[in-house]
C-alpha cells in the first residue's frame, strides 16, 4: 500500500520568503503525486500533480514540486510567499489501477505567512 | 473540469438524530468517493460509490453507520445515521478526473454534533 509523509503540521514563513513544504512518499509500483490546498472554510483545490511526465512539476499560484525518486520526495515550494497563501497543504499519493484509483493522503500542513 | 455541489453547507444536529448530505455533479461520472476530515486532521476515505452497484466502504466504516446512495451518474447522498460528537467532521464528496488518481473536491458539509 502506498502512503505519504508531511514533515511539519505547521510551518510559518514571512512575506516574501521561500515557502518549503515537505512530502515524503512510500509505493512499491511509480506512483502519481499531488499537492492539494485547502483554504479556510473551503473544499480542496489541486495545486499540481506529477503523472511521470516531467519531474519538475509547475502548478497554479507559483508552486512548484519536483519528484525525486532516489529520494522519494515530492516537496513543494514557492520562491515568494504572499499573505494569499495561507492554507492547509496536503500531499496525496495513488497508483495505478485500471480505473480504480485512491488517494491517500497527508497528515497535512498548515502554512502561517507572517507579514 | 467538474463543478460539484453539496447541501448542506453546514449544519448543527443533536446526537441520536441521522444527517444525509447530498453531493451533485454537472456531468455524469461512474465513480464517486465520500471523505471525511475530522477537526485538525487530515481526509480519510469513507466509501466509493459507483451507480448500479453497493457502496465499497473502507476499513473502519461500515454500512450501518453511513449508508449511501447513487441512484444516477451526477448524484449521490451519504447519511451519517445515530451521530455522536465524534462524527463531527467535514463530509466531503470528491468524483475522479482522468485515471491518474486526481480527484475534483466538493466544498464539503461541516457537522457539528452536540
Known amino acids: 500500500a502506498q502512503s505519504v509523509t508531511q514533515l511539519g503540521s505547521h510551518v510559518s514563513v514571512s512575506e516574501g520568503a521561500l515557502v518549503l513544504l515537505r512530502c515524503n512518499y512510500s509505493?512499491?509500483?511509480?506512483?502519481?503525486l499531488f499537492w492539494y490546498v485547502q483554504y479556510p472554510n473551503q473544499g480542496l483545490q489541486l495545486l499540481l500533480k506529477?503523472?511521470?511526465?516531467?519531474?519538475l512539476v509547475k502548478g497554479i499560484n507559483g508552486f512548484e514540486a519536483e519528484f525525486k525518486k532516489s529520494e522519494t520526495s515530492f516537496h513543494l515550494t514557492k520562491p515568494s510567499a504572499h499573505m494569499r497563501d495561507a492554507a492547509e497543504y496536503f500531499c496525496?499519493?495513488?497508483?495505478?489501477?485500471?480505473?480504480?484509483?485512491?488517494?491517500?493522503f497527508g497528515t497535512g500542513t498548515r502554512l502561517t505567512i507572517i507579514p | 473540469s467538474a463543478v460539484i455541489s453539496q447541501k448542506p453547507s453546514r449544519d448543527i444536529c443533536q446526537r441520536g438524530t441521522s444527517l444525509t448530505i447530498q453531493c451533485q455533479v454537472d456531468?455524469?461520472?461512474?465513480?464517486m468517493f465520500w471523505y471525511r476530515q475530522q477537526p485538525g486532521q487530515s481526509l480519510t476515505l469513507i466509501a466509493t460509490?459507483?451507480?448500479?452497484?453497493?457502496?465499497?466502504?473502507e476499513s473502519g466504516f461500515v454500512i450501518d453507520k453511513f449508508p449511501i446512495s447513487r441512484p444516477n451518474l451526477t448524484f449521490s447522498t451519504l447519511t451519517v445515521s445515530n451521530m455522536s460528537p465524534e462524527d463531527s467532521s467535514i463530509y466531503l464528496c470528491?468524483?475522479?478526473?482522468?485515471?491518474?488518481?486526481?480527484?475534483?473536491f466538493g466544498p464539503g458539509t461541516r457537522l457539528t454534533v452536540t
Open positions: 470528491s468524483v475522479p478526473r482522468g485515471i491518474s488518481g486526481e480527484q475534483y
Open positions: 509505493s512499491s509500483v511509480p506512483p502519481y
Open positions: 506529477y503523472t511521470s511526465a516531467a519531474t
Open positions: 496525496a499519493v495513488s497508483v495505478s489501477n485500471f480505473g480504480n484509483e485512491k488517494l491517500t
Open positions: 456531468s455524469q461520472v461512474t465513480m
Open positions: 460509490a459507483n451507480q448500479g452497484s453497493e457502496a465499497t466502504y
